[in-house]
Every structure is written in structure tokens, then in C-alpha cells.
T-cell receptor, first 112, second 113 residues
């Protein structure tokens, strides 16, 4: 998985609780991404980062925030989880703005 | 493993035969395309990419063909093996320096031993 780890790998939480997912890379790549994957929708971009403290919204950013204080770490936070945020979340990294993205192993999140 | 999609198009191929997986893309301005493979319970894995100034690119046992006229992309896998069984996605970059990849919903390839 190209030196990318995600934690936790599985999480079950209740509606209304905050949740933070972590992505850690050892490749020193500049760009990092958070996607969610749902049946019938494919992969959809939530947020991305183009450098430390530089982030922007993707296609499905509502209800999510991100932070990147170090090159190697990109955090995704659900401030108040909802059942519609039950999904599999993937982190990805890339060296350049246009080019292959390498994906982590994913986090399965269930919001009850 | 994680479910990557319900009612995905499925392609069943005999081991040793060639596979062709197709993808239609929507944005005529897209200038970069990628194919990914996703096995059950794992993250997508990069297979091969192609830029819009090319029509064909070959890798190890895989070939990607790009037809910009009809906005069509295909992935050919030679001598398909059981380990090729997975869901295959195409993705496009919409150009103009965009960071974003738009992913297709995928095709499930099943290899019959």
C-alpha cells in the first residue's frame, strides 16, 4: 500500500459522536486525499491537501473537516457522525497534482 | 471484505483468455486517465495510466486504449489469471491542473479456473 497506513481500520460509533480518522504516509508525498466508497457511487473525494496546512474541499465535503499539520499525517474528522456517513474511507497520496494516486487499506466506519 | 458495489457489471473470463474491460468517460476536457484494480477488502491498486496525447499504452500483460472521439477507455489484460479477479475502475482527471480524479463505478472481473 505504498507506505500508507490508516487508523483505525474498523470503527463502530453512534450518531452524534465525533470521529477522527488518521492517514499516515512514509513517502513524503505532497498531496493527500480522503475518499469515501459506497455501493452504487464509486469513490468520491471528500477533501484533499496540497501541502502542510493547505486543504480544500472535494465533491462530498459537507459534514467533514480535515487537518494537516505535518507532511506525513492527514486527519479526517466527522464532528457529529450521522448514519449517512457509514462508509468505507480511503486515504490516498500522490507526488504531483496530476498523476497516479496510491491508496491506503481503508477504514470501515459504521454509524448506528 | 468491504463491498465495492452492488449490481456491478460483471465480466467472466476463462483462465488464459484475454479480458477487455470498458469505460466511458464524460468530460471531453479530461487529459489523464488511470485504471485501478481493487481486491476484496483492500484499497485500489494502480495498474496503468495514459495521457490524452496518446492512444495506447502497454504495461506488463495490460494495455490501455484511449479513443477520445467517442470518449472511451479500455483495459486489456492478456492471459488472464485467477489473481486478476477483482473490481476494475477507470478514473479521469478533468484537466486544467485539477487535483481531482473522477472514478467510474467499476466492473467486476471473475476468472474461471
Amino acid at each position: 500500500d505504498a507506505g500508507i497506513t490508516q487508523s483505525p481500520r474498523h470503527k463502530v460509533t453512534e450518531t452524534g459522536t465525533p470521529v477522527t480518522l488518521r492517514c499516515h504516509q512514509t513517502e513524503n508525498h505532497r498531496y493527500m486525499y480522503w475518499y469515501r466508497q459506497d455501493p452504487g457511487h464509486g469513490l468520491r473525494l471528500i477533501h484533499y491537501s496540497y501541502g502542510v496546512k493547505d486543504t480544500d474541499k472535494g465533491e462530498v465535503s459537507d459534514g467533514y473537516s480535515v487537518s494537516r499539520s505535518k507532511t506525513e499525517d492527514f486527519l479526517l474528522t466527522l464532528e457529529s457522525a450521522t448514519s449517512s456517513q457509514t462508509s468505507v474511507y480511503f486515504c490516498a497520496i500522490s507526488e504531483g497534482a496530476v498523476g497516479e494516486q496510491f491508496f491506503g487499506p481503508g477504514t470501515r466506519l459504521t454509524v448506528l | 471484505g468491504e463491498s465495492v458495489g452492488l449490481h456491478l457489471p460483471t465480466l467472466s473470463v476463462q483462465e488464459g483468455d484475454n479480458s477487455i474491460i470498458n469505460c466511458a468517460y464524460s468530460n471531453s476536457a479530461s487529459d489523464y486517465f488511470i485504471w485501478y484494480k481493487q481486491e476484496s477488502g483492500k484499497g485500489p491498486q494502480f495498474i496503468i495510466d495514459i495521457r490524452s496525447n496518446m492512444d495506447k499504452r502497454q504495461g506488463q500483460r495490460v494495455t490501455v486504449l484511449l479513443n477520445k472521439t467517442v470518449k472511451h477507455l479500455s483495459l486489456q489484460i492478456a492471459a488472464t489469471q485467477p489473481g486478476d479477479s477483482a473490481v476494475y475502475f477507470c478514473a479521469e482527471n478533468s484537466g486544467a491542473g485539477s487535483y481531482q480524479l473522477t472514478f467510474g463505478k467499476g466492473t467486476k472481473l471473475s476468472v474461471i479456473p
